[in-house]
């Protein structure tokens, strides 16, 4: 009978409201986040594993916030354990945006907590706001970061490569490296501030103008880079009735750069159909630039 009520005294304790007096959560600031952001900028691809991608660089990058948020060992060891599950974006759009709306929701979290007030920002809520996140940010950032935005860099710095200049080679890693962490600690930032609402102001009609902006200067410096650096001429010429006709002036004299815009849209057109195999890609240009070459026309 004894051993009864002990359990059921046990039971009670166990069950009973965690009194929150002295695990107090701290201020997070506007230092926090910048450091929980550089954190993930530096350890992105550092720890990726197959289960799950992304989620120990994240987990790394919220530890001193969740520390000063939660001073109970269990509390702090549920938060770990909430942002080790899966997750993958791209790094400073998907990256910083939801390092600093996780943050946020963290902070929120920590309060309702220790104020004995229901929890509404549970464990379900936050990983669900990263996972609806993460692949549209994702999205965005490849297609204007890895599609865009390093493409101007290499342009900017392919005539100083073609001079033998180092910094041709340097500058593209250089300064897409700087301008992936200034946005990154923008979004991280943006985040925090505005909480889950941040995504709205990242793909809207503001930002959404900025975005076309850059994929039209994109494709402006594709064609520039064709343009320049795409040599492809014909040296077949003929002669008629004792006049000349070298078939490259002729072409020149239509549109210059005529041979180069023609090769450029082939391959775009062999992408649009068999897909982005770059490797296929180069080896049939190969194949066909060297049997052209080979009887004379190009």
Same mark, same amino acid.
């Given at each position: 009978?004894?051993?009864?009520?002990?359990?059921?005294?046990?039971?009670?304790?166990?069950?009973?409201?965690?009194?929150?007096?002295?695990?107090?959560?701290? /201020?997070?600031?506007? +230092?926090?986040?910048?450091?929980?952001?550089?954190?993930?900028?530096?350890?992105?691809?550092?720890? *990726?594993?197959?289960? %799950?991608?992304?989620?120990?660089?994240?987990?790394?990058?919220?530890?001193?916030?969740?520390? +000063?948020?939660?001073?109970?060992? /269990?509390?702090?060891?549920?938060? =770990?354990?909430? *942002?080790?599950?899966?997750?993958?974006?791209?790094?400073?759009?998907?990256?910083?945006?939801?390092?600093?709306?996780?943050?946020?929701?963290?902070?929120?979290?920590?309060? /309702?907590?220790?104020?004995?007030?229901?929890?509404?920002?549970?464990?379900?809520?936050? =990983?669900?706001?990263?996972?609806?996140?993460?692949?549209?940010?994702?999205?965005?950032?490849?297609?204007?970061?890895?599609?865009?935005?390093?493409?101007?860099?290499?342009?900017?710095?392919?005539?100083?490569?073609?001079?033998?200049?180092?910094?041709?080679?340097?500058?593209?890693?250089?300064? !897409?490296?700087?301008?992936?962490?200034?946005?990154?600690?923008?979004?991280?930032?943006?985040?925090?501030?505005?909480?889950?609402?941040?995504?709205?102001?990242?793909?809207?009609?503001?930002?959404?103008?900025?975005?076309?902006?850059?994929?039209?200067?994109?494709?402006?410096?594709?064609?520039?880079?064709?343009?320049?650096?795409?040599?492809?001429?014909?040296?077949?010429?003929?002669?008629?009735?004792?006049?000349? !006709?070298?078939?490259?002036?002729?072409?020149?004299?239509?549109?210059?750069?005529?041979?180069?815009?023609?090769?450029?849209?082939?391959?775009?057109?062999?992408?649009?159909? %068999?897909?982005?195999?770059?490797? +296929?890609?180069?080896?049939?240009?190969?194949?066909?630039?060297?049997?052209?070459?080979?009887?004379?026309?190009?």
């Amino acid at each position: 009978m004894t051993d009864a009520i002990s359990a059921s005294q046990a039971t009670e304790v166990d069950n009973a409201p965690t009194d929150y007096t002295d695990y107090q959560p701290e /201020e997070i600031t506007k +230092k926090d986040v910048a450091l929980a952001w550089l954190r993930f900028y530096f350890a992105d691809e550092i720890p *990726h594993c197959f289960d %799950k991608y992304l989620a120990p660089a994240l987990t790394w990058a919220l530890m001193p916030i969740l520390q +000063k948020l939660y001073k109970r060992k /269990e509390d702090l060891a549920a938060a =770990y354990q909430r *942002h080790l599950l899966f997750f993958n974006t791209a790094i400073a759009w998907g990256g910083g945006t939801i390092t600093g709306i996780t943050a946020a929701l963290e902070t929120a979290r920590a309060k /309702e907590l220790t104020s004995g007030l229901p929890v509404t920002v549970d464990d379900d809520l936050i =990983y669900n706001t990263k996972a609806g996140l993460m692949g549209a940010l994702a999205g965005i950032g490849d297609s204007i970061d890895s599609g865009t935005v390093q493409y101007i860099f290499i342009a900017i710095a392919l005539p100083w490569a073609q001079a033998g200049s180092a910094v041709g080679a340097l500058f593209p890693f250089i300064a !897409f490296s700087l301008y992936q962490l200034v946005i990154g600690y923008y979004f991280a930032q943006l985040g925090f501030s505005l909480g889950r609402s941040a995504a709205n102001e990242i793909v809207g009609s503001k930002m959404q103008g900025i975005i076309d902006g850059l994929s039209i200067l994109g494709l402006f410096m594709m064609g520039i880079l064709a343009a320049s650096y795409v040599k492809v001429a014909s040296p077949l010429a003929f002669n008629i009735s004792g006049k000349d !006709f070298v078939i490259q002036d002729i072409l020149d004299s239509i549109l210059p750069g005529l041979l180069p815009l023609v090769t450029v849209g082939g391959v775009y057109l062999y992408f649009v159909k %068999k897909g982005l195999n770059v490797t +296929k890609a180069l080896l049939g240009l190969t194949v066909i630039l060297g049997v052209l070459a080979a009887i004379g026309i190009l």
